[in-house]
């Protein structure tokens, strides 16, 4: 990891997206990901192109962590999982039925990868304006406490 005095802030989303092509572990190709890019309005902002959505990827945010150093991370759009009944957090990989410590070095085996979740309780939230962690209601100050366990450091 690197190591600094200076603090940085990191910004992800409460899910995953992506507009590219390729390999995306926990991609929701069903009436999940559709309303989740719906309510998300995840559309490309120059081409239009709807963004492919997926369960939010703590192998891919740890290793992004481990490259960049965040110290503190801002999690968006949490309201935009309010009307699902359960969520999913990718918490591990495995391939052939194997766990993967840590996101894998060769691209190729992004293809084998078989994501391992944690599902917690969904449910509609009362709206909050954005703002710190002790102003969320209770659901979501639950997620965010757990994110924050499975990943190590603060969230704002």
Known sequence: AVVSTQRYGGVVKAYTTTCRCGTFPTELTNDIGE????????YGVTTGRRR???????VVLKYSHVINGFTK????????????????ICVGYK????????FPADHNLLEKIEPVYKTIKGGRCLQWSAGRLKVCPSKRRCTLKLYRSLLGYPLR
Do not use: Q, Y
């Open 95 to 102: 391939i052939n039925g194997r766990d993967i410590p840590s």
């Open 52 to 58: 492919r959505c997926g369960w939010l990827d703590l």
């Open 35 to 42: 309303k989740m890019a719906d309510i998300g309005h995840e």
């Open 73 to 88: 991370l801002a999690v968006t759009k949490l309201d935009i999982l309010d009307t699902f009944p359960e969520l999913n």
